[in-house]
């Protein structure tokens, strides 16, 4: 074989890797297309009842989803990214807020939360979007796994007072889980913080408008 034989077998080889790369890449950006919609649909569906969840559909009417603000920059919130708001009214009167706040404490990082706080300061009820916690163990935090979640309903910074805003082991109100006091003292301390910027906050946020 020639040494032009080789160079040329050599761009022969080339150009079908590219080709199959150029080929792979439109299979993969034509089904993204496909079924990116799809995909956000199923989100939205989640999202939906998610809140559903927290705040009933028959207690508000208005589309949370289109009336939701962004806020950012609060320690109470537990993260420097943006926090979005849900805010539910009815007849034009504010009825809850419902926020995406944080938990930055738990045992295995980053614990996101839905918190619904009904516009008098009481909690609609909270729920987790998302975790990393040890399975069988911190995973408690889950409705799906235990009705812990749901102690907070009704709850208030008046019942019980802020510094009682802890798990049992530490003072608090709260249970812990056998075995786990990080999680749920994360969350606990997550509620309470969310509560206490809604207190500061609560005529901004029902008066804010996105620009």
């Known amino acids: 074989m020639t040494v032009r034989d080789v160079i040329r077998n050599t761009v022969l080889g080339g150009a079908l890797l590219a080709g199959f790369a150029i080929a792979g890449v439109a299979l993969v950006t034509l089904t993204w297309q496909k079924t990116a919609p799809q995909i956000a649909e199923n989100e939205r569906h989640v999202l939906v009842n998610m809140l559903n969840e927290v705040l009933p559909a028959e207690m508000h009417d208005n589309d949370l989803l289109d009336d939701a603000i962004s806020v950012q920059g609060s320690e109470l919130l537990g993260t420097a990214a943006p926090v979005t708001i849900y805010r539910a009214y ?40 998302a975790h990393k916690e040890t399975p069988g163990l911190g995973d408690y935090i889950e409705r799906e796994r235990s009705d812990w979640i749901t102690h907070f309903d009704n709850t208030s910074l ?54």
């Open 90 to 129: 009815n007849n034009g009167v504010p009825v809850a807020a419902l926020f995406t706040s944080v938990a930055p404490d738990g045992y295995s990082g980053d614990i996101r939360l839905l918190v619904g706080i009904r516009a008098d300061g009481r909690l609609t009820g909270v729920r987790v979007l």
């Open 158 to 211: 008046r019942n019980p007072s802020p510094e009682d805003w802890d798990v049992k082991r530490y003072g608090g109100t709260f249970d812990q889980f056998t075995g786990a006091t990080i999680t749920p003292r994360a969350v606990v301390r997550a509620v309470r913080n969310t509560l206490l910027y809604f207190r500061e906050h609560r005529d901004d946020i029902f008066a804010k408008t996105e620009s």
